[in-house]
């Protein structure tokens, strides 16, 4: 599926945020810990969701249980 269609796709499953600890990258602006999200896309080391801007992001799994 083409990256452009992934914000309107269905979503795949529903993930839920365990924290937003990052050491190089500032992801608590666009993450809530406890909070679920769509699964857009997976890849084996990035969750693409729908994040709290109404955009799709990619971020690490680890941010996800």
Request: glycine fraction near 6%; include cysteine.
């Amino acid at each position: 599926m083409d990256f452009k269609q992934w914000k309107d796709a269905p979503a795949i499953r529903t993930v839920t945020c365990k924290h937003t600890d990052a050491e190089k990258y500032l992801v608590s602006n666009v993450l809530t810990p406890g909070k679920e999200y769509e699964v857009k896309n997976e890849t084996e080391e990035f969750i693409f969701v729908m994040d709290n801007t109404g955009k799709v992001g990619g971020f690490y799994k680890t941010y996800f249980e």
